[in-house]
């Protein structure tokens, strides 16, 4: 009997749709098979699936029919100019038992096929869209985080692309008794896109309509600045010196990394897997802003780079939605 696959490719339908913030907007989905939909984390990674032409979606559920549920050979199958666009977003919300399921788009212009879609939807408008089955055996994949058990201080540094896993990681946050300290840095575009959350995390909403000259990820980088966090890792790590981990093959690696800053290459590294850690940094946003923040924390705070997760969410100048 073959094993039950992980992931999933569920046919969903718009239910309704609320704007969060000018900037953001939450997408209810339904569908027959929404109550098997689980989620780990939150920022589980979902893919949807944009029709091109009324025949897309359709020709993909039905190669994924004949390919035994493997969503995404069914997909590499279909012949280019018959696929879907596919776009990577994050779960929300999921409320399995009414088979609903949230996601959140930054609205911002009608550039692409998911920023189109998301600009014209209404209820009844069908999308694809694979997520993690109820039931199906380990490993659980597709999210990064994974805060350490005893850890005291967390970082939360995202751009408009991430908030809404960055507003699920603090909700999560909030419910667990004798939480650390956290501290959220969160730039969006205005500032009206500041959402209220029962958290006892320390906010920073960072607009850049209050700094019409700034760029993207610039209000990020000063505000991470103007936290002492050389002093607060030394305090927490116990340990001395600039470069916390105190490996030299770590130090050369980052002087490498300093130098391939436009490098076409995504990031994508998680932070290592220690219950131990004092102090966990996620990070989350367009791939050099991500990039230049994991190298200030590591080089210039002496946090140990396995203490942090840092992800390009999107890569300025590219089609990302």
């Known amino acids: 009997m073959a094993a039950k696959p992980s992931y999933l490719l569920f046919d969903v339908t718009l239910l309704r749709r609320a704007q969060i913030s000018p900037s953001i907007v939450r997408f209810t989905f339904t569908g027959p098979h929404v109550d098997q939909m689980a989620t780990y984390a939150p920022d589980q990674r979902i893919k949807l699936f944009f029709p091109g032409n009324e025949s897309s979606l359709d ?58 879609w998301a600009m014209n939807a209404r209820p009844g408008d069908r999308l694809g869209m694979t997520a ?12 990064e985080w994974k805060p350490p058990k005893g850890v005291r201080r967390i970082l939360i540094i995202a751009d408009e692309t991430a908030v809404p896993a960055a507003m699920g990681i603090l909700e999560a946050l909030h419910d667990i008794p004798d939480h650390p300290q956290v501290e959220a840095l969160l730039e969006v ?16 909403w960072l607009a850049r309509d209050t700094d019409p000259t700034s760029q993207y990820g610039e209000l990020l980088l000063r505000a991470v600045r103007d936290i002492d966090l050389a002093q607060e890792i030394k305090a927490l790590d116990g ?44 990070i989350a946003a367009e791939t050099k802003v991500a990039r230049r923040l994991r190298r200030y924390l590591v080089n210039e705070c002496g946090l140990p780079k396995q203490y942090v997760t840092s992800m390009g969410y999107w890569r300025l100048g590219k089609e990302n939605s």
Request: negative net charge; glycine residues 6%; proline residues 9%.
């Open 239 to 282: 340990k001395p010196g600039k470069v916390a981990s105190g490996n030299i093959e770590d130090s050369i690696e980052d002087s490498i990394g300093d130098s391939i800053e436009d490098s076409e290459e995504p990031l994508w590294e998680p932070a290592a897997v220690n219950d131990s850690a004092p102090f966990y940094a996620w």
């Open 189 to 204: 575009p205005c500032s009206d896109d500041a959402q209220a959350l029962p958290s006892a995390a320390k906010m920073h």
């Open 59 to 116: 020709a993909l559920f039905s190669v994924v029919q004949q390919q035994s549920h493997d969503w995404y050979e069914a997909y590499r199958a279909l012949p280019e100019t018959q696929r879907p666009a596919m776009r990577t977003y994050t779960i929300r919300a999921l409320r399995a038992e009414c088979a609903e399921v949230d996601v959140e788009f930054v609205l911002h212009g009608d550039n692409g096929p998911a920023s189109h």
């Open 132 to 143: 993690p089955v109820i039931g199906a055996p380990g490993p659980h994949l597709g999210f």
